[in-house]
């Protein structure tokens, strides 16, 4: 299966992002290893700090996978989100690469990359 493709686009004050300029999401979004795209659920992490800007590690462990090479996180076109020490330790103990970049570039490093790796982008900010 060929890796989705992704771009990031910002017509007027919406941002999106489209997958194969195809598939437009306007909300963030989780690419798993076998490609399906799902809603982030950044409740998990607005129980832990009040806010989805940190990505906690309940919600790190709902999104990796076993086997996953490393993960690509666009934390938004000004890069405000970041990933909790916690979150990071557990991938670090997956021995899962970590690529935390806003969003723009964030995009540009998945399109880049080969292997088994998950995305979370957080678009809405």
């Given at each position: 299966?060929?890796?989705?493709s992704l771009n990031f686009i910002l017509p007027g004050l ?42 906690s590690l309940d919600e790190i462990k709902y999104t990796y996978?076993d086997k996953s090479e490393g993960i690509v996180i666009g ?51």
């Open positions: 299966m060929r890796k989705a919406r941002t999106l992002l489209t997958i194969n300029n195809e598939q437009r999401y306007d909300h963030d979004i989780i690419i798993a290893l076998d490609g399906k795209v799902k809603k982030r659920k950044k409740k998990l992490s607005k129980a832990v700090y009040g806010t989805s800007h940190t990505i996978q934390s938004g076109q000004y890069g405000v989100a970041k990933l909790s020490n916690e979150a990071s330790e557990f991938l670090k103990n997956k021995h899962c690469k970590i690529l935390l970049r806003p969003t723009p570039e964030a995009i540009q490093e998945w399109n880049l990359t080969e292997g088994k790796w998950i995305g979370l982008f957080h678009i809405t900010c």
